[in-house]
C-alpha cells in the first residue's frame, strides 16, 4: 500500500469509490481504498489481490465511523454465500451488470468481519461488531451508477457469518455442489489447493460447531481428502442448519449444477430473489453470452460446462474407490444431527 491520505469520515461515507478494504480490529481501524467500479467488478478477489488497482489509500478509526451516520440505502445488498468449487464467480459474473448490480467478490472487509466474530470474547465485544457491520454493509451497498444494488460474495472461509447475516432480512442464496464434485475438484487443483483446504479446516475449527469437536491432533492424521470431506459436510451441515430456521426466511439453496443445466432459468430465479429486477430477455442474453463459455476467473480461456464435466468424470472414475471409502466414511460420523447430501428450499428444481 502506498501513504495514506487524511480524509475525514464524512467524506468517505459520501463518495462510494472510497471501499472498505480492511479491518485492523487490534487497531480498532478501517483502510479504504480508492477504486474504480471496474476495478472492483473485475477482479476476481477484493483481497491482496486488488491492492494494485487502489488509487488511493485512507484509514479511519473505527469509533469515528461508528460516530458518522452511515448512508441510507435504497435496498439492501444481497449475498451469495458458497462451499467453494461451485461457480460461485461465474454467477456473480453474470449477474453484474453495469447500473444495475455491481458483484463483489471475496472482500477482505467480510472476511475481517468473520474473523472479528470470531475472536469475540463476550456479549459486549459481539455488540461492538454488529454495530460495524451494519456500518460496512451500508458502505459496501453504495451504489457507483443510479440505484445499482451490491451483490457480495464472500469467501467461503468467511461462513460463519452466513446466519449472522441470513438473520438480517437479506437476501442470501446458499450456493453449492455435491461432495464428489468438491472431491474432483480438490484433486485436480493439487496440493496447493489442499493446503488451502486444511486451512480453512483449521478457520472452521475455530467456530465452535461441526468440525471443532475434531481434536488437532486426530486432524492431523486423517489424509487431504478426508479433510476436504469434512470441510464441505460442515459447510452443507451449516446451510442446512440456516434453510430449516423459519427466523432466516430470505435464504435459498442452489446446486451450481442446476445453473450449468438451467442457466436462463436459474439466473432470472436469483434475480427474482435477489430484487434485482432481470427480466425474462435479460437473463436468456446472459444465458447465451460468453461469459458461460469462458473461465469465470480467467476471461482468456475457453472453459464451458460440457468440459468441466468431461474433466471431473474422469477424475471420479480414476478415483473411484477412495472416493467411495471417503463418502462412505464422512457420512457414518456424528459430528451432525443429519446426514445431508441436498439442501431445502432450492431457488430452482
Same mark, same amino acid.
Given at each position: ?9 464524512? #467524506? ?9 478494504? /480492511?479491518?485492523?480490529?487490534?487497531? /480498532? ?41 452511515? *448512508? ?28 444495475? $448490480? ?15 466474530? !470470531? ?29 445499482? /444494488? ?12 452466513? &446466519? ?8 442470501? $442464496? ?11 475438484? $480438490?484433486?485436480?487443483?493439487?496440493? &496447493? ?8 479446516? +483449521? ?11 475434531? *481434536?488437532? !491432533? ?14 464441505? +459436510? ?13 427466523? +432466516? ?13 438451467? *442457466? ?19 437473463? #436468456? ?9 469462458? #473461465? ?5 480461456? $475457453?472453459?464451458?460446462?460440457?468440459? !468441466? ?11 473411484? #474407490? ?23 428450499? &432450492?431457488?430452482?428444481?
Amino acid at each position: 500500500m502506498t501513504s495514506m491520505e487524511k480524509i475525514k469520515s464524512a #467524506d468517505l461515507i459520501r463518495n462510494a469509490s472510497w471501499f472498505p478494504h /480492511r479491518l485492523d480490529m487490534a487497531r /480498532r481501524t478501517v483502510t479504504f481504498g480508492r477504486f474504480t467500479r471496474n476495478a472492483l467488478s473485475d477482479t476476481s478477489f477484493l483481497d491482496f489481490r486488488i491492492e494494485s488497482a487502489a488509487q488511493a489509500w485512507a484509514e479511519v478509526s473505527i469509533d469515528e465511523l461508528l460516530a458518522a451516520s452511515p *448512508p441510507e440505502l435504497s435496498a439492501k445488498p444481497a449475498f451469495l454465500f458458497h462451499t467453494s468449487y461451485c461457480c460461485s464467480t461465474l454467477l456473480s459474473r453474470v449477474l453484474d451488470q453495469p447500473g444495475r $448490480v455491481l458483484a463483489l467478490k471475496e472482500p477482505e472487509i467480510i472476511m475481517g468481519l468473520s474473523n472479528a466474530y !470470531r475472536m469475540a470474547q463476550n456479549q459486549n465485544e459481539i455488540t461492538d461488531i454488529n454495530k460495524l457491520r451494519d456500518v460496512v454493509l451500508s458502505l459496501i451497498a453504495r451504489p457507483h451508477i443510479g440505484d445499482e /444494488r451490491a451483490l457480495i460474495k464472500p469467501t467461503n472461509a468467511a461462513n460463519n457469518i452466513t &446466519p449472522i447475516i441470513a438473520a438480517l432480512n437479506i437476501p442470501v $442464496v446458499l450456493l453449492y455442489g455435491d461432495l464428489r464434485g468438491f472431491l474432483a475438484s $480438490v484433486i485436480k487443483k493439487g496440493d &496447493p489447493c489442499k493446503t488451502i483446504i486444511r486451512q480453512i479446516f +483449521r478457520v472452521y475449527a475455530m467456530d465452535n460447531i461441526g468440525v471443532s469437536v475434531i *481434536p488437532q !491432533r486426530d486432524a492431523l492424521a486423517l489424509t487431504d481428502l478426508q479433510i476436504a470431506a469434512l470441510v464441505w +459436510r460442515h459447510q452443507i451441515e451449516m446451510f442446512h442448519t440456516i434453510l430449516s430456521d423459519p427466523k +432466516r426466511p430470505n435464504a435459498r439453496s442452489l446446486d451450481f449444477r442446476t445453473l450449468l443445466r438451467k *442457466p436462463a432459468e436459474t439466473i432470472k430465479a436469483t434475480s427474482d430473489h435477489m430484487s434485482f429486477d432481470y427480466n425474462t430477455d435479460d437473463c #436468456d442474453t446472459i444465458a447465451k453470452s460468453d461469459l458461460f463459455r469462458k #473461465d469465470a476467473k480467467d476471461d482468456k480461456l $475457453v472453459y464451458d460446462a460440457a468440459q !468441466r464435466s468431461k474433466e471431473e468424470d474422469a477424475l471420479i472414475a480414476q478415483n473411484a #474407490d477412495a472416493l467411495d471409502l471417503i463418502e462412505n466414511w464422512v457420512f457414518e460420523l456424528s459430528l451432525w444431527p443429519t446426514t445431508t447430501k441436498s439442501l431445502p428450499k &432450492p431457488l430452482v428444481e
